[in-house]
């Protein structure tokens, strides 16, 4: 399968994309060639673009997510500069199963990813963004709380913890019907 190319015409048209955040003393002559009417501003390489922004997450019909390596949460109240190279933008839609689910336990943090990210291992079942969305509050729920395990037998909780959570990455399985298979 051929995928689409983007580029300053059509990035910004459904599209996926993990820009990299970028220090702005590293490009503090940048030339903005585009501001959008929500205030973003664009710079066009022939590699790709530079987008600084006070709104990151979903943008329009877009899903963009700014990565960081500092420390500070993106609270989107300040603006940050990411970067992105044209074959970092995936196609995106409601209806199609381009998503799937991944955990850092260590952390305890959970996001979806794009199907077409050269990191994907085929192992996660692909979903649509709503059905995406419910697995993640699951997940979330399963992390951060231990109520759900009230009537559950069990001998090491984070491991019964690390296993359903795989479950629900890994097959169409519901909650509830993990939940009941251990019971």
């Avoid at 963009?64 to 993106?74: E, Q, V």
């Amino acid at each position: 399968m051929t995928l689409k190319k983007y580029n300053k015409t059509n990035f910004h048209k459904h599209t996926f994309c993990e820009f990299t955040e970028v220090d702005t003393v590293a490009i503090h002559n940048i030339e903005w060639h585009y501001k959008s009417k929500s205030g973003s501003g664009y710079c066009f390489t022939e590699e790709g673009v530079y987008r600084i922004s006070n709104h990151w997450g979903r943008a329009a019909n877009c899903r963009w997510r700014l990565i960081s390596n500092s420390n500070s949460k993106i609270n989107n109240s300040q603006n940050r500069i990411g970067y992105a190279k044209w074959t970092d933008f995936y196609p995106n839609n409601e209806i199609d199963n381009f998503f799937y689910v991944e955990v850092n336990f260590e952390a305890k943090e959970v996001m979806f990813q794009h199907k077409y990210n050269p990191n994907y291992d085929g192992k996660a079942v692909l979903r649509n963004a709503s059905e995406t969305a419910k697995v993640i509050r699951q997940i979330k729920e399963i992390l951060e709380s231990d109520t759900w395990a009230k009537y559950l037998d069990f001998d090491d909780f984070e491991q019964l913890r690390k296993e359903i959570i795989l479950k629900l990455i890994q097959t169409s399985i519901s909650f509830a019907e993990i939940k009941k298979s251990l019971v």
